[in-house]
């Protein structure tokens, strides 16, 4: 997983340019859940008719430049806040949005959902394209049907294994670091429970397994010291990237078992890494 937030540029200018990018393209849950990991998920009672005002009608007809500087820190600091607002101007943005050139990212992204659109769909894009309306035009709808339909198709499962599973991390402040670690790699473990054997399967077991890097990248951890996070937050980013790019190879047209392969190496490296770990003194 790349650190998105650490390309946000300082100048105004820019970074409103960068934000609009990013709430209309692919990526903005993982730079929610890296703000999240550096500030945490901000003051609950804050919303975006709190943040937004009376500026928010511009917002969608005209983008982030009819905010101020402390409004547009406000939404970093409460991140959830940006997909909210992403569903908004999905809704009822207006031209402005439609305007904005797609980051290089985003395009292959479209390219490759077109050249899979008729086997990877797995709801009724239809349904999707409607709801969001015609301004983001058909090809970007499908890429975001592609996205909802992964995320449908794996709540739908309801996965419950690995470090999604409820008790993964639970208890950690009442845990020796070092059963902590080695209960992460028995998770970890678990997936090798089920062997997908076509690219559908896959992506669904790898996106659940992807989830709980997530997951474990913005939990608190408290029962593991300070280097222990740190540790723990640098590995499951390189973790993460890892599955994102096996992900794309899955997309790109690889056999199933050749990614599943790819897949097994990561999880038994990270399986040995944290079982090292939890052998190893932490001043």
């Known amino acids: 997983m790349s650190i998105i937030a650490l390309d946000m540029p300082s100048e105004r200018d820019e970074r409103i340019s960068w934000l609009e990018k990013q709430l209309i393209g692919l990526e903005l849950g993982g730079l929610t859940s890296q703000l999240e990991a ?5 003051d609950s009672s804050q919303t975006l008719d709190t943040i937004l005002g ?30 909210e ?48 309306g015609p301004w983001l035009g058909w090809v970007v709808a499908a ?12 709540s739908r499962n309801d996965p419950s294994w690995g470090w999604l599973r409820p008790d993964a991390l639970a208890s950690s402040a009442s845990t020796d670091r070092g059963a902590y670690l080695n209960r992460l790699a028995g998770s970890a473990n678990e997936w090798f429970q089920v062997r997908p054997t076509d690219r559908t399967a896959a992506a669904a077991r790898i996106s659940e397994l992807r989830r709980g890097c997530t997951r474990l990248l913005l939990s608190e951890h408290p029962g593991l010291p300070p280097a222990d996070k740190d540790w723990l937050l640098e590995r499951c980013q390189v973790w993460a990237s890892k599955l994102d790019q096996q992900l794309a ?3 790109s047209g690889m056999e199933a078992s050749q990614v599943i392969a790819q897949v097994d190496e990561t999880v038994n490296a990270l399986i040995n890494a944290l079982r090292l770990r939890a052998t190893t003194n932490v001043s």
Request: aromatic residues 6%.
């Open 143 to 154: 890429a975001i049907a592609i996205v909802v339909a992964v995320n449908w198709q794996s």
């Open 38 to 42: 550096v500030n945490g998920p901000g």
């Open 54 to 83: 009376d500026k928010q009608t511009g917002v969608l007809a005209g983008g982030f430049s009819e905010l101020n500087d402390k409004q547009i820190a406000q939404l970093l600091t409460h991140p959830r806040l940006l997909l």
């Open 249 to 251: 190879f899955l997309e």
């Open 85 to 132: 607002l992403q569903e908004c101007v999905c809704e009822r943005g207006g031209a402005y949005w439609s305007r904005i050139e797609l980051t290089a990212g985003m395009r292959q992204a479209v390219d490759r959902v077109r050249r899979r659109l008729d086997v990877q769909a797995v709801v009724p894009e239809r349904t999707v394209i409607a709801r969001i």
